[in-house]
């Protein structure tokens, strides 16, 4: 039995002009022990997904349908103070931007402590300790657990943000934009501390990113998602090596390449569509390259294509974007 | 920054304040139409040796940039001249019971309405949209709407005319031998909670609506969303990560809010004939007492701009962002 | 590179399509249609006095002194025979022209002293700053009465003396604005396009921060009759003028509470509310629309 296994899942959040179909009938899974990647544009509905699944949704967003599996319990069933219990304990989070994400009028061990004693049943000094050596763990100096957060550089505070996540002892992590804004340097320096804790610790994370170099280095398997739904999902070397969908084709081409000799930036022409209103059938077909006519009429539907390899495109069979493949160039 | 540079800076501003706000009261008085002299000695009661002292204390037969310098330093060593009415020093008239009279009316209503804003602000918010959000938020409006000198005639018509439960003002019953000191207080008291009523119900409002809107805007934040992550409960969500934020903001806005709350005690005290100074600038005015307007006035400005800065001082000592 | 949309002009034209919007989403909010309501409905009263009212404040005498209301005279007497009623609708005027012109006046000074500030910076901000931090602390009614006390009663002195303490909260709001707006990289183009300054104040800065200044304004009327209406009540306002503030004043030193005279102390106090919260509700709903960040999250 999978960790983590989303099904099916449609969030809609109400507006005015209509429901934004943020997340359009997802499905995958997260396995003990592994690193899952999100991957996809701003607005695809990835953050969306990390905050569906801690039920943390603002008023206007819905679970319209789907299930959303942990540990065999439906999480989109149960009450808040049931929720409350899980969340932290069983699933934690590393939010985006730390500066905002933690409370500047208060220490930082007040809040871990908080955080830890909601769950386990310690008295203070004892989740003191604990704070202490979780710092340790991430690489920081234990005794500056009583400072504040705006006394912490950008880099240390993601650290913080870390230690904080794992304040409670989660078995998933889900970790949204980690290392957005932060120097190439110090993300590298994250993400190693990422994987050698989740190696540690036996965690399971969902890393939630737009940048498929983080992906690259960091994950196991990885997903990939557009306008709401996953176009493709599988394990990462297939995916670098070929991927079958257009989108996680022309994603990977995207990116520079050092050893790529003065070649062109190939741009996906186009923007991703409003999620009030998709385009009909396949919602890549207006910015695709390769879209037939079915693309326009039918929507693809999610299939199998090998081990642990699905995608959801018309074309999926006939496409080879693999290494000297017949499909490249667009 | 740190502490100690920031008192340093606010020290600096607030002494900048203070030399702006007597040049400004010493020119606003120089405006007055017809002879400046008029401002401080003329005045059919006031005797030649009376005259010529003034005369020489304010300096006012020489050039105006000496009469400025003259000015400061009176204002600053307490010496305001001659009251036109009653004929005494002015300082022995601000620095009274008035004086006394006029803090006690103000910190009590202040604090009254801070705690019932607080309240009834966090509910508001916490439970936005609620009955109570709503009803709250009419009746700070209709309340910030208000003038207080109505309220406070209405207060004297339903309870003083109608009802005779409250005094119809002053600050004790006149004439009254009081038996002892107990005695005294309690007449105090039931004097002093008619224009305390009034003016804190005025300022409730405000206070209300901002800790309404602080609160909201916190709630919103995502440190709220994380606290809500980590699975706290409400309690300490409210109390500890909320409100904490919430409530810092609160000291700088109580200090704003000084000059209007000295605004509604000259009303409330004028309305309810409340023996402080907030009345003596209205009858200063009335009675053309001018010496005792300028320095009522002056007095009345170096007391907010002293306290805004203390308030500043709290502020800073307790946002841990400014500390260190 | 042109950015057009910050043209008055233009400005004017994508006005009139957002209006349309504007419109849509005020009608929801209830408060707002409340305070238009109510403000149509003084207004009314405001220029069909004549029409309404069935006496004019000059007429005295027409009935016993401080009676309660009785036949002909639906709100009573006051303490030289007029007709309350017609007295509160006639009042209607001073509160509107003085609430509006007040603070009219207070926002054109805030707003020049906010855009001159925070546009040019430097010394001239520092010292703008000092005097707008100076007018923000000192308590605004006891100024008020020193300054109407020393100018005389006239609205226009009453007019001036609102505006002239009232200018300060529009000058910070404004300030800020262009503090932020002058960062954006279109006034650093119109600068290298070698705009002049004036231009680029009232051209380009001013259009984007106006919305803003509107909702303050709203809440500035607001204020401003309530000033009135005190200054009025301690014996500053205009005598040539009835106001509400006025009849209150009066009705205080004749006696009305001594006497219970409820008819002539309800009355004009009710009207100030209502007119006051007319401005408060439209600022309010303006606010709410204008500032997204309180809107549902």
Not at chain 1, 74 to 81: G, M, R
Not at chain 3, 205 to 224: D, H, K, S
Request: proline residues 5%; positive net charge.
């Amino acid at each position: 039995m999978s960790l983590l296994e989303i099904d099916s899942l449609k969030v809609y959040y109400s507006t005015r002009k209509g429901w934004v179909k943020a997340v359009d009938g997802v499905s995958f899974n997260v396995e003990k022990g592994e690193i899952v990647g999100l991957a996809g544009e701003s607005g695809c509905g990835k953050s969306t997904m990390a905050f569906t699944i801690m039920r943390l949704l603002p008023p206007e967003g819905r679970i319209i349908s789907g299930k959303i599996l942990f540990d065999g319990e439906n999480l989109v069933e149960k009450s808040e103070e049931e929720m409350r219990k899980i969340r932290w304990r069983k699933i934690s989070m590393i939010f985006q931007s730390a500066m905002n994400a933690l409370n500047p009028v208060l220490s930082i061990e007040r809040q871990m402590v908080d955080a830890i004693r909601a769950h386990l049943p310690m008295t203070r000094e004892e989740a003191v300790e604990k704070a202490k050596r979780l710092f340790e763990m991430v690489g920081l100096n234990p005794d500056r657990i009583k400072e504040y957060p705006h006394e912490f550089s950008g880099g240390m505070r993601q650290r913080v943000m870390i230690a904080m996540a794992l304040a409670a002892d989660p078995q998933l992590v889900i970790a949204d934009e980690p290392t957005t804004g932060l120097d190439v340097i110090t993300q590298s320096k994250i993400l190693r501390l990422m994987r050698d804790l989740q190696k540690k610790l036996n965690l399971s994370i969902m890393l939630i990113t737009h940048d498929l170099a983080v992906i690259a280095e960091t994950c196991d398997r990885v997903a990939i998602m557009y306008a709401g739904k996953i176009v493709e999902y599988s394990d990462v070397v297939t995916l670098f090596t070929c991927p079958r969908h257009p989108y996680a084709y022309m994603l990977i081409s995207a990116f520079p390449s050092i050893k790529s000799k003065g070649r062109r930036l190939k741009e996906i022409k186009g923007s991703p569509p409003g999620l009030i209103n998709p385009p009909p059938g396949c919602r890549f077909n207006p910015r695709c390259p390769y879209a037939i006519e079915k693309c326009r009429v039918e929507e693809p539907p999610y299939i199998k294509i090998g081990k642990g390899h699905f995608v959801a495109c018309h074309l999926a069979e006939k496409l080879d974007f693999s290494i000297g493949g017949s499909s490249h160039g667009w | 920054m740190g502490l100690r540079d920031f008192v340093m800076r606010r020290a600096v501003e607030s002494i900048i304040l203070l030399v702006l706000a007597t040049t400004l009261n010493f020119f606003m008085f120089r405006l007055m139409p017809g002879d400046p002299f008029a401002m401080f000695i003329e005045n059919p009661n006031f005797k030649p040796e009376t005259k010529k002292m003034l005369i020489a204390r304010f300096g006012l037969d020489k050039p105006l940039w000496e009469q400025f310098l003259i000015y400061f330093r009176n204002m600053f060593m307490g010496y305001y001249g001659i009251s036109f009415r009653y004929l005494q020093p002015v300082s022995e008239i601000i620095f009274s019971v008035r004086l006394v009279n006029t803090v006690v009316l103000m910190v009590s209503s202040t604090i009254l309405s801070v705690i019932l804003g607080v309240i009834f602000g966090v509910i508001s918010a916490w439970r936005r949209g609620s009955k109570i959000d709503v009803g709250s938020l009419v009746t700070s409006l209709v309340l910030y709407s208000m003038p207080v000198f109505w309220l406070g005639l209405i207060i004297i018509l339903v309870f003083a005319y109608y009802l005779g439960v409250i005094p119809f003002g002053g600050t004790i019953t006149r004439g009254l031998r009081h038996a002892n000191i107990f005695h005294y207080i309690v007449d105090y008291l039931w004097h002093l909670a008619p224009p305390m009523f009034t003016l804190t119900l005025i300022n409730l409002g405000s206070y209300l609506l901002i800790v309404r809107n602080t609160m909201l805007d916190v709630l919103t934040q995502d440190y709220m969303v994380t606290a809500r992550a980590v699975g706290l409960d409400k309690k300490t969500i409210l109390f500890s990560y909320a409100m904490r934020n919430a409530m810092l903001p609160l000291v700088t806005i109580v200090a704003l809010n000084l000059a209007f709350v000295m605004s509604g005690a000259v009303m409330t005290e004028t309305v309810f004939s409340w023996y402080g100074m907030g009345r003596l600038i209205y009858s200063s005015v009335m009675e053309r007492d001018y010496p005792v307007l300028e320095a009522t006035f002056w007095f009345i400005s170096v007391m907010v701009i002293l306290a805004n800065f203390i308030s500043d001082i709290i502020y800073a000592y307790l946002d841990p962002r400014i500390r260190y | 590179m042109r950015s057009s949309i910050y043209k008055w002009s233009d400005k004017l034209q994508v006005y009139r399509r957002k209006l349309r919007e504007f419109a849509d989403i005020y009608k929801e909010n209830k408060l707002g249609v409340a305070g238009l309501i109510i403000l149509a409905f003084f207004l009314f009263m405001a220029f069909a006095a004549p029409l309404i009212a069935p006496h004019h404040p000059g007429e005295l005498w027409l009935g016993p002194s401080l009676h309660p209301p009785m036949e002909g005279f639906p709100l009573g007497t006051d303490e030289l025979g007029r007709d309350i009623f017609s007295l509160l609708v006639y009042g209607t005027h001073v509160s509107l022209v003085v609430g509006l012109f007040g603070a009219f006046l207070s926002v054109i000074i805030g707003s020049l002293v906010g855009l001159i500030a925070g546009y040019y910076g430097g010394v001239i901000d520092t010292i703008l700053m000092r005097v707008t931090d100076l007018f923000l602390i000192l308590p605004g009614l006891p100024l008020m009465i020193v300054l109407a006390a020393l100018l005389g009663p006239s609205i226009w002195n009453i007019i001036f003396v609102i505006a002239i303490v009232s200018w300060p909260s529009t000058a910070r709001v404004v300030r800020s604005q262009v503090l932020e707006l002058k960062e954006r990289p279109f006034i650093e183009a119109s600068k290298v396009a070698n705009s002049s300054d004036f231009r680029i104040i009232f051209y380009h800065i001013a259009p984007n921060v106006a919305p803003l200044v509107f909702a303050t304004a709203v809440l500035g009327i607001a204020g401003a009759i309530l000033s009135e209406a005190g200054l009025s009540f301690l014996g500053l306002g205009d005598p040539s003028h009835i106001s509400w503030g006025m009849m209150l004043h009066y009705a205080n030193e004749y006696g009305a509470l001594v006497i219970g005279a409820w008819w002539y102390l309800l009355p004009p106090g009710i009207c100030i509310i209502l007119l006051v919260l007319s401005f408060v509700f439209i600022g309010y709903a303006l606010d709410e629309l204008l500032n997204p960040r309180l809107r549902r999250r």
